[in-house]
């Protein structure tokens, strides 16, 4: 445990593994899992005491073993029978079931928390070259897939109580990128390289689809949903420029292209995934998109831009209620407070110097922060005894 400003670092202890290790947190902060191989470790942690309680045990047809037990974690494994490898491992909104796809279309399943119980999803199938893409609803009550199957990709929706398959249909479309749901939970948006966005609705009805026709940028790397907008973002070589569309998700018009300059040389431009977001009330986007400038747009007054710091930022992530972000540049992680005053933004900001030498994605958990890479995680629980906020506005 050491000392940062107003939080505490807590470093977990190091997860050994090759490439093939999962590490991912619950939707409501209190547990996470390793996933290595055939073999699954779940976590609770209690961010009070810095402790975890006994509290998952399975009830199931695997081997269950109390593994050991440290000051700061309990561990509990379950063998997997089939001699397959695990590549997609996810939480349930719910955060009451874990969703595993195997290699080689060996099993994708659900593992319920409660007691253990394994639910087969035959609709979802993987192989050597294709991972399948997955997709919870917002407001978590389906998931989305898309498998490629028989030299082509299949379109599934399923219900995420009963785990079954409500429709499925077959896609012709060109080497597809990604899958987002709206915020409202009515439809989801697929894309992919020929710079096409496809919508469906709760019915596997196509409501709309979107195409950008400039010739020179380049297909659609990523997509996100605010309560009235769409961002989709590609980029133009010829320009070094990376382009934020944002559409209108009432009349389908394209109301606004933001800009970012990026180094040729940088591959930055080709990974938007942990680099782009709407705050939660749909006023703000972030972007650290560019290879020198962190940006906040007002969405609300023009999309007038507000230049943050003139560091490279890996990654960045809005709380899910409130006005402010984090971002990471090297080893410092920033914590943004934003407030609209009329055209102008206001920001406090708050920095950190981590034990991380970089943070790969965030994980808000009330007011701690989550930081993850490869290699590590490291949890920044608030300090309650320290408020003070560097301004600047």
Excluded at 54 to 82: A, C, G, M, W
Excluded at 108 to 120: E, Q, W
Excluded at 177 to 196: C, E, H, P, T, V
Excluded at 316 to 345: T, V, Y
Aim: overall charge positive.
């Amino acid at each position: 445990m050491s000392q940062a400003g107003k939080y505490k670092q807590w470093r977990l202890n190091e997860h050994g593994g090759d490439g093939g290790t999962f590490i991912k947190f619950s939707p409501n902060s209190q547990l996470f899992v390793i996933a290595l191989k055939r073999s699954i470790k779940i976590f609770k942690l209690d961010y009070n005491r810095f402790l975890s309680e006994e509290v998952l045990v399975y009830h199931s047809d695997f081997e269950v073993e109390n593994i050991h037990k440290t000051e700061d974690l309990t561990t509990y494994r379950i063998q997997q029978p089939p001699p397959a490898k695990l590549i997609f491992i996810d939480w349930v909104p719910d955060s009451k079931c874990l969703i595993l796809v195997s290699s080689c279309n060996i099993f994708s399943c659900v593992h319920r928390i409660c007691d253990g119980r394994k639910i087969l999803i035959p609709s979802i199938c993987s192989t050597k070259e294709e991972k399948p893409l997955l997709a919870f609803s917002s407001d978590g009550k389906y998931l989305a897939s898309i498998t490629y199957h028989a030299f082509s990709y299949h379109i599934a929706l399923l219900s995420a109580s009963l785990w079954v398959t409500l429709w499925m249909k077959k896609l012709e479309l060109f080497i597809i990128k990604g899958l987002r749901w709206s915020q409202n939970s009515d439809m989801f948006a697929i894309w992919d390289y020929s710079k096409k966005l496809i919508f469906f609705d709760l019915n596997g009805e196509n409501v709309h689809t979107l195409h950008y026709d400039d010739p020179f940028a380049s297909g659609f790397l990523f997509t996100l949903f605010s309560r009235n907008l769409l961002a989709a973002t590609c980029f133009k070589d010829n320009e070094k420029v990376n382009l934020i569309l944002l559409y209108n998700l009432g009349n389908w018009q394209l109301s606004a292209i933001l800009e970012q300059k990026f180094n040729l040389e940088s591959s930055s431009h080709l990974h938007a995934a942990n680099k782009l977001a709407f705050s939660h009330c749909g006023n703000f986007l972030a972007s650290s998109l560019s290879d020198d400038a962190l940006m906040l747009w007002n969405l609300k007054e023009c999309c007038n831009p507000c230049k943050l710091t003139n560091l490279q930022h890996k990654t960045l992530q809005w709380h899910p209620r409130k006005a402010k972000f984090a971002s990471s540049a090297g080893n410092q992680i920033f914590i943004w407070e934003c407030n609209q005053d009329g055209p102008m933004i206001k920001t406090k900001m708050y920095s950190v110097v981590t034990e991380m030498p970089s943070a790969d994605t965030f994980v808000w958990a009330k007011k701690n922060l989550i930081l993850q890479n490869l290699q590590s995680t490291v949890i920044l629980v608030r300090d309650k005894e320290r408020k003070k906020f560097v301004n600047n506005s």
